[in-house]
């Protein structure tokens, strides 16, 4: 088991060295200014969060807050995925502001 997560874990990792993690969502203006808050946010620029190597793989996705009142308030759903740790950002779609994070263990 334990060669199997060791060699699962090596062939991740070796994603991190491919480049840009953010090619994927060029495509889309709203998912790459709501990764440049999350870059901004943890004191990176958008280049450097792209290609840190720490960093395994962005993901980007709509999303939505629904307040108890039962507004919907559109965000866009970033993650970035480390080997030991991923970590959520919410991102608001109206002033590009983080309504909330969190960072969690992957194991």
Same mark, same amino acid.
């Given at each position: 088991?334990?060669i199997? !997560?060791? &060699?699962?874990?090596?062939?991740?990792?070796s994603? *991190?060295f491919?480049?840009?993690l953010c %090619?994927?969502?060029?495509?889309?203006?709203?998912?790459?200014?709501?990764?440049?808050?999350?870059?901004?946010?943890?004191?990176?620029?958008?280049?450097? !969060?792209? &290609?840190?190597?720490r960093i395994l793989?962005?993901? *980007?996705?709509?999303?939505r807050v629904? %307040?108890?009142?039962?507004?919907?308030?559109?965000?866009?759903?970033?993650?970035?995925?480390?080997?030991?740790?991923?970590?959520?950002?919410?991102?608001?779609?109206?002033d590009?502001?983080?309504?909330?994070?969190?960072?969690?263990?992957?194991?």
């Open positions: 088991m334990r199997l !997560l060791a &060699t699962l874990t090596l062939l991740a990792s994603a *991190a491919a480049g840009n %090619t994927k969502w060029e495509h889309s203006d709203r998912y790459t200014a709501a990764i440049k808050v999350v870059a901004a946010q943890e004191d990176f620029s958008y280049d450097e !969060l792209c &290609t840190f190597a793989d962005i993901e *980007a996705q709509p999303s629904i %307040t108890p009142k039962g507004d919907v308030i559109p965000h866009v759903r970033i993650q970035l995925h480390m080997a030991y740790e991923s970590c959520l950002y919410m991102v608001r779609d109206a590009k502001v983080i309504t909330s994070q969190r960072c969690y263990s992957g194991w």
